[in-house]
Nanobody, 124 residues
Framework: QVQLVESGGGLVQAGASLRLSCAASGRTFSRYAPGWFRQAPGKGREFVAAISWDGGRTLYGDSVKGRFTMSMDNAKKTVYLQMNSLKPEDTAVYYC?????????????????WGQGTQVTVSS
């Protein structure tokens, strides 16, 4: 089993920045591909970002391109989501996820492991 724990959420004003962290523990796969998703009230889960197991490739959702950056520190088994120029529409619960098969996917169904989520609220 892989356990994922997110941190770093909070309440900020529009235009501010936040950095989310996701720490992995338990049985960690050397080639798993982590991702970030988010879910706003009354909406479905939305792909935010993903990174390849070696950190060499990233994917971003259209709504966050140019503002969010995903990175990873394999030694610390931690992935990060740097969020800049936050907007009220970024308000959501943000989830870290991991795909044990390293597919670098935008599809939530490909991710077998999920964290509990961290709330991000952006006020206007």
């Amino acid at each position: 089993q892989v356990q994922l724990v997110e941190s770093g959420g909070g309440l900020v004003q529009a235009g501010a920045s936040l950095r989310l962290s996701c720490a992995a523990s338990g049985r960690t796969f050397s080639r798993y591909a982590p991702g970030w998703f988010r879910q706003a009230p009354g909406k479905g889960r939305e792909f935010v970002a993903a990174i390849s197991w070696d950190g060499g490739r990233t994917l971003y959702g259209d709504s966050v391109k140019g503002r969010f950056t995903m990175s990873m520190d394999n030694a610390k088994k931690t992935v990060y989501l740097q969020m800049n120029s936050l907007k009220p529409e970024d308000t959501a619960v943000y989830y870290c996820a991991a795909d044990a098969y390293g597919r670098l996917s935008t599809y939530s169904g490909d991710y077998g492991y999920w964290g509990q989520g961290t709330q991000v609220t952006v006020s206007s």
